[in-house]
């Protein structure tokens, strides 16, 4: 393996690929592409996920998306945008791991200190107006599901509408004045929403408490 500590030396092609021993990675497709392009497998012993670090972290996600959605009572069918959101959030910020040498895996991995923009102004599902032109007063009320990286010029969001889909959206503003008017919003927002994509985090949620305990590794 490499051990120079330029920028180009962390992205690309790894050089070794540390997975456990199933058949899906040691003896399928995913086996020739490394074949195919010179990536050393590594594999744990069976049951012994300790001994991939990215194991752990792998729970400590799961367990932070849990939460965040239980405490926010994130409809379950958008766990993969939470999760999204969690991991970029995870990357993100830096810890007093030893080695992480201060600064944040993102930059540890490629070498330059991350932009965090898009995760100023808003939360994970956060209520917001968000421009729609074809509204009466040009916006709506939806909630906030995290930053879109593939659409747009910059600064553009994933919004949920009280139809249960997810638009794209540049242009929103938090919602400052909580008036009768905006509460009636609210409720009528959440009831249209759980009608087309349900809410099943309260069930779901209890489930999870026991599972953390006895799965350290998620």
């Known amino acids: ?28 497709g995913w086996s020739k592409i490394c074949q195919r392009h010179h990536i050393y497998q590594v594999c ?17 996600l799961k367990r932070k998306v849990r939460h965040r959605m ?17 991991s970029s959030i995870y990357c993100l910020t830096a810890s007093k791991h030893i080695l992480l040498d201060g ?3 993102h930059e540890k991995v490629l070498g330059f200190t991350p932009d965090i923009s898009e995760y100023l102004d808003f939360t994970w599902y956060q209520w917001v107006w968000y421009y729609e032109p074809n509204s009466e007063h040009r916006q709506e ?24 889909k997810v638009l794209t959206r540049s242009t929103i503003s938090h ?5 009768d008017e905006v509460r009636t919003l609210k409720s009528e927002f959440t009831r249209s929403m759980e009608s087309f994509i349900g ?20």
């Open 1 to 28: 393996m490499r051990t120079t500590h330029s920028t180009d030396s962390f992205t690309g092609v790894p050089t070794e690929l540390l997975t456990d021993g199933a058949k899906e990675l040691t003896q399928s």
């Open 44 to 60: 744990t012993e069976p049951r012994s996920p300790w001994q991939n670090h990215a194991e752990l972290v792998g729970g400590i």
């Open 70 to 86: 239980k405490s926010t009572l994130t409809p379950t069918r958008l766990w993969d945008y939470c999760w999204e959101y969690t």
């Open 103 to 105: 600064v944040t895996p």
């Open 141 to 164: 009320i939806g909630k906030w599901l995290g930053p879109v990286y593939n659409c747009g010029q910059g600064l553009a969001y994933h919004i949920l509408t009280e139809k249960g």
């Open 175 to 179: 919602i400052v004045n909580q008036t």
């Open 199 to 218: 809410n099943n985090s309260k069930n779901t949620a209890d489930s999870c408490d026991n599972y953390d305990q006895e799965n350290p590794y998620g």
